[in-house]
């Protein structure tokens, strides 16, 4: 959770209208979404069942799609900010990361 924070907080020095450090700035937040997709994907795996690891990472996968394509329907609306897809995109990413209850290990089917 704390990098789920950390990440969308490097967003907002970006806000500023000023050129210049819009150029360096972008690299505070990517020096925290390589971890936080880390965290985000140990997690899933961790909350699955044995075999269904790859499906589950693939739903968070998704999740975080999601999150960008409703945060950037979002912010057409609001002016174009960039920041609420990126927020949006950062809460779906930890949706899954949040609980703490794995998912029921799938009936096995008779060959």
């Known amino acids: 959770m704390l990098l789920g924070a ?5 967003w907002f020095p970006l806000l500023a209208p000023l050129p210049a450090p819009a150029v360096l700035l972008p690299l ?3 020096t925290v979404f390589v971890p936080l997709l880390t965290v985000a994907s140990l997690t899933v795996n961790t909350l699955t069942p044995p075999g269904t690891s790859t499906e589950a990472v693939g739903w ?3 999740a975080i799609r999601l999150g960008l394509a409703g945060g ?3 912010a057409g609306p609001l002016d174009g ?15 899954p990361s949040s609980s703490t209850t794995p998912a029921p290990a799938p009936a096995a089917t008779p060959v």
């Open 72 to 74: 950037t329907a979002l």
């Open 60 to 62: 968070m996968s998704s």
């Open 6 to 10: 950390a990440y969308t907080a490097c």
């Open 28 to 30: 505070l937040p990517g």
């Open 81 to 95: 900010h960039f920041t609420v897809p990126l927020m949006a995109a950062d809460g779906c990413a930890l949706l």
